[in-house]
Each structure stands twice: as structure tokens, then as C-alpha cells.
């Protein structure tokens, strides 16, 4: 499986991007699909993930401003994200995971892990 994510970019804050992920080699419409982002000198954190029940989850502080959401016949899942501030600028990371267990906000749990687009906000 490999997942090529997309998106990435500078913008200033305030404003908005939508990141994709889209998955190949097969169909992931049962597994946990996901993001996490990564800050210089900051730890790698969960940003949101949607199961393969549709059921989303959120880091508290982007509740409110960031969407998930999938399309299984595309194998894509999407990352809007508006109001965007500059503590939000980090390396976003794809991931998807058969995650039955509730782990979902733990890196450990996912399979599979794409590489990062850049999201830079600037002040």
C-alpha cells in the first residue's frame, strides 16, 4: 500500500488548504484513514482520522476548523482545514491503519504511512 498526500502550501493565517490522500496497491474503505502532523523540534501529534465506520475524530485544537472526510470509491481521504493560525504550520503526514481496538489517536496503530506535505502559515 502507498499513499501519496497533497496539498501542502503557504498561506496566511486565516486562510484555508484542503490536503488529499490518496491510497493504492488496495481498497481501504474498511481501515482508519488519517493525518498527523509534525513541527520542527516538536513531537509528532494526531490531528484527526475518520474510521471505516465514519466515525471522526479530532485533536481539541483544530475541532471546529479542520473537516475529515473520505471518498472509499476514490481510496481518498481529505483534510480541510480553515482559519488556519501560524501553530498549525508542520509536516502533515497520510496514514491509514485496521484499527479495531479504539486506538485511533496513536501513531503505532496505522499500517501504513505517507509521506508529509508542508503546511506553512504564516503570521
Known amino acids: 500500500v502507498q499513499l501519496q498526500a497533497s496539498g501542502g502550501g503557504l498561506v496566511q493565517a486565516g486562510g484555508s488548504l484542503r490536503l488529499s490522500c490518496v491510497a493504492s496497491g488496495r481498497t481501504l474503505s474498511s481501515y482508519a484513514m488519517g493525518w498527523f502532523r509534525q513541527a520542527p523540534g516538536k513531537e509528532r501529534e494526531f490531528v484527526a482520522c475518520?474510521?471505516?465506520?465514519?466515525?471522526?475524530y479530532y485533536t481539541d485544537s483544530v475541532k471546529g476548523r479542520f473537516t475529515i472526510s473520505r471518498d472509499n470509491a476514490k481510496n481518498t481521504v481529505y483534510l480541510q482545514m480553515n482559519s488556519l493560525k501560524p501553530e498549525d504550520t508542520a509536516e502533515y503526514y497520510c496514514?491509514?491503519?485496521?484499527?479495531?481496538?479504539?486506538?485511533?489517536?496513536?501513531?503505532?496503530?496505522?499500517?501504513?504511512w505517507g509521506q508529509g506535505t508542508q503546511v506553512t502559515v504564516s503570521s
Open positions: 475518520i474510521s471505516g465506520r465514519g466515525i471522526l
Open positions: 496514514v491509514a491503519g485496521s484499527i479495531n481496538n479504539g486506538r485511533y489517536l496513536y501513531a503505532p496503530a496505522y499500517d501504513y
